[in-house]
């Protein structure tokens, strides 16, 4: 199967000030456990806390067609690279190759494989642990990551994949997508402090859906407010827009959550809004990567949560200048992944476990997208910021917490 080794450069002089740079900026260090603006663990119920983990047998050294390295330990990142995602997951390697470049990256090597490959992500696992990874980042999806998790848990290899989808977190298996109920609880949190009681949502059917009108149930009570309605709709305009009436007939919303991309709640808006005094709209995760939110009158003043973008625009310069193209948002989690990593290297003795443990620092991690933290349930808790969707894009009404309590 094919793969595509990282080679580091001779240590470039101007790409090495330009990313000091961008990591100063960016503050991406190990966050303090006594920061201002400190977060609250998220709201919604997460799933049942996991028993601490049996200790992992001792790996079995195989024979590994890379060449021998006393001095670096070695990570493998797991991205499509072939058929429709190729361009997503060509993206997050760049990203993950330019954070190696950023830190100097002394302590590790990374080396990608293709999940589209013939033998997929559990083919590009076992080959990355016969290579002698001590660390996986990645895979991208969901399926994927359960593909690759056996044979990570039975050699003692954690993974860290880029997947949202939390029950594929645990027992060695870190999720590092933004979590949309997480989201969720943030807007309806800063919703109501802002005066609303009153909330209702639309959600797909499906289990996107299930689970956005589940964080949204929970997040309403969280905050002390009430839910007046939620209707589901198929993935069809005139379904949505069915739903959207439905509501609307549904007596007085303060607050209506669309949990679909900005593009499709726009069809919702004529009936949330046709009421006085119309409700605000708040939105997901998911409008985050919608460059073109704003370009829709019916949007603006709507709000939704996500990580900051405060830090993305030195990333994305930096990305440019080094591949003539603009990343995918997605590819900083590639990013921010592999700063994770070479923090962790630092204790991370050559030849070694990957310290597993390190991964749960109470006090979290900074990367471009903000604070994050693992707990033992093995998803990534976010601090987010909530945006005000303008004629120009967006603007933050809430900043993003610096750390976590």
Not at 177 to 193: E, H, K, L, M
Not at 232 to 239: D, L, P, Q, R, V
Request: charge should be positive; aromatic fraction near 6%.
């Amino acid at each position: 199967m094919a793969s595509q080794p990282h080679r580091p450069q001779a240590r470039p002089d101007a790409g090495r000030r330009a990313g000091r740079a961008l990591l100063k900026l960016a503050g991406l260090a190990l966050l303090s456990g006594a920061v201002a603006g400190c977060i609250p663990r998220s709201r919604p119920v997460p799933p049942p806390p996991l028993p601490e983990p049996e200790a992992r047998p001792e790996r079995v050294e195989r024979p590994s067609r890379l060449p021998a390295d006393a001095t670096r330990n070695r990570v493998a990142v797991l991205v499509p690279l072939t058929g429709p995602n190729a361009q997503l997951g060509q993206s997050i390697l760049n990203a993950a190759n330019l954070a190696l470049l950023d830190t100097g990256g002394a302590r590790i090597r990374i080396t990608a494989y293709d999940t589209n490959a013939g033998g997929g992500a559990g083919g590009a696992a076992n080959e990355a642990l016969a290579d002698g990874n001590g660390l996986i980042l990645g895979p991208l999806l969901a399926d994927d990551a359960r593909a690759v998790a056996p044979a990570a848990r039975r050699e003692g290899v954690p993974v860290i994949a880029f997947s949202n989808d939390v029950t594929v977190a645990g027992d060695g298996v870190y999720v590092m997508g933004v979590n949309p109920a997480q989201s969720i609880d943030r807007v309806v949190a800063f919703t109501r402090s802002r005066g609303a009681q009153r909330f209702a949502g639309l959600v797909p059917t499906g289990t996107y859906g299930q689970r956005a009108g589940q964080a949204l149930t929970a997040a309403v009570e969280g905050a002390g407010g009430t839910l007046t309605g939620m209707e589901s709709y198929e993935a069809t305009a005139g379904s949505l827009t069915a739903a959207a009436d439905r509501l609307a007939g549904r007596g007085r919303h303060e607050a209506v959550l669309v949990a679909d991309a900005a593009r499709n709640a726009l069809l919702a808006v004529p009936a949330i809004r046709g009421v006085s005094p119309p409700p605000r709209i708040l939105g997901v995760e998911r409008w985050a990567l919608e460059s073109d939110v704003g370009a829709q009158p019916g949007l603006r003043g709507a709000w939704f949560a996500a990580p900051t973008d405060a830090n993305y625009a030195a990333f994305r310069n930096r990305y440019r200048a080094r591949y003539n193209a603009n990343p995918y948002r997605l590819s900083t989690l590639g990013y921010d992944a592999v700063l994770l990593a070479v923090r962790i290297a630092v204790n991370w003795p050559v030849g070694r476990r990957f310290p597993e443990t390190a991964l749960r620092e109470r006090t979290g991690f900074a990367g471009v997208d903000g604070a994050f933290r693992f707990g033992r349930d093995g998803f990534a808790e976010r601090a987010l910021e909530v945006r005000e969707v303008t004629a120009s894009g967006t603007t933050v009404v809430s900043p993003a917490p610096r750390g976590f309590d």
